[in-house]
């Protein structure tokens, strides 16, 4: 059974910086693609940033790009996300997620559809 789990969530000031980690029952290589997503009080989820394993591309939304970092650890079995400059729209409950599918094409790969596991997420709160 496939278990992601997030930890590292946390209460942060404008401007600071927290890292958040996914940890994958398993091996992160037995995915094709690794994302976080996030959801603000009263919004819909949105992907943040995902990472195509293997080739190790990373994407990220407009909003965070030169802020936010994804990266992976095989030996970890774990996908961190380093957030940096943040503020207080980056509030949120933030999801870690998996999928395997062998093609997705760049306009899909922050898109829930394209991922079958996800974690329970991990509260990240930027006060101003």
């Known amino acids: 059974q496939v278990q992601l789990v997030e930890s590292g969530g946390g209460l942060v000031q404008s401007g600071g910086s927290l890292t958040v980690s996914c940890t994958v029952s398993g091996s992160t290589s037995d995915f094709f693609q690794i994302a976080w997503f996030r959801r603000a009080p009263g919004k819909e989820r949105e992907g943040v940033s995902a990472?195509?394993?293997?080739?190790?591309?990373?994407y990220y939304r407009d909003s965070v790009k030169g802020r936010f970092a994804i990266s992976r650890d095989n030996a970890k079995n774990t996908v961190y996300l380093q957030m940096k400059y943040l503020n207080p729209e980056d509030t949120g409950i933030y999801y870690c997620a998996a999928g395997d599918r062998l093609r997705v094409e760049r306009q899909n790969i922050l898109r829930e559809p394209i991922y079958d596991y996800w974690g329970q997420g991990t509260q990240v709160t930027v006060s101003s």
């Open positions: 990472i195509s394993i293997g080739v190790d591309n990373t």
